[in-house]
């Protein structure tokens, strides 16, 4: 009786261990925290990995295997777009691994968006001036000429002694 006692319990034992998985000894990966800003700030900032805020702000991304980049967008300005590096540094028996981000703190300057420039009218020509100025002896003086020019004051005759 107790060998069927025993085997009973072998056989649950190896049971039980049949559905465990490797995967419970790995360690989920570790969150990374990304600052991201703009200037001017107050910019929507949102991840390629999905998480965003207004910037000044902080998210937390799980750390990926593969560079992401962080999209910039705000009202009057042109759109931007941050390509972001993940560093991991391995760890050892006495050293857990870690996960850094460059550039940390995420920066952008956004640059405002030119508004479109106005249509401008053709411009009419300016009709050509008179070529020859007036003849001397007409009735009608050249109005684009200036005003006439004075005559000389008379002079007196020299006192004779």
């Known amino acids: 009786m107790r060998r069927v006692i025993a085997i009973a319990f072998a056989g649950a034992s190896l049971a039980g261990c049949s559905s465990v998985s490797w995967d419970m000894f790995k360690s989920t990966p570790p969150a990374v925290q990304?600052?991201?800003?703009?200037n001017p700030p107050g910019a929507d900032a949102v991840t390629s990995l999905g998480p965003g805020?207004?910037?000044?702000?902080?998210?937390?991304?799980?750390?990926?295997?593969?560079?992401?980049?962080?999209n910039y967008t705000l009202d009057k300005y042109l759109p931007a777009?941050?390509?972001?590096?993940?560093?991991?540094t391995p760890g050892d028996f006495s050293t857990p691994g870690s996960v850094t981000t460059d550039p940390n703190p995420v920066?952008?300057?956004?640059?405002?968006?030119?508004?479109?420039?106005?249509?401008?009218k053709p411009h009419r020509p300016k009709k050509p001036k008179?070529?020859?100025?007036?003849a001397a002896g007409t009735p009608f003086p050249d109005p684009n000429s200036g005003p006439p020019a004075?005559?000389?004051p008379p002079t007196a005759p020299a006192p004779t002694r």
């Open 107 to 120: 920066l952008v300057e956004l640059q405002p968006a030119v508004p479109p420039k106005p249509v401008k």
């Open 53 to 70: 805020c207004k910037t000044p702000c902080a998210v937390s991304v799980p750390a990926p295997d593969v560079p992401f980049t962080v």
């Open 81 to 88: 777009s941050v390509p972001v590096n993940v560093i991991k």
């Open 130 to 134: 008179a070529a020859a100025p007036a």
């Open 34 to 38: 990304v600052r991201l800003e703009s």
């Open 150 to 152: 004075a005559a000389p």
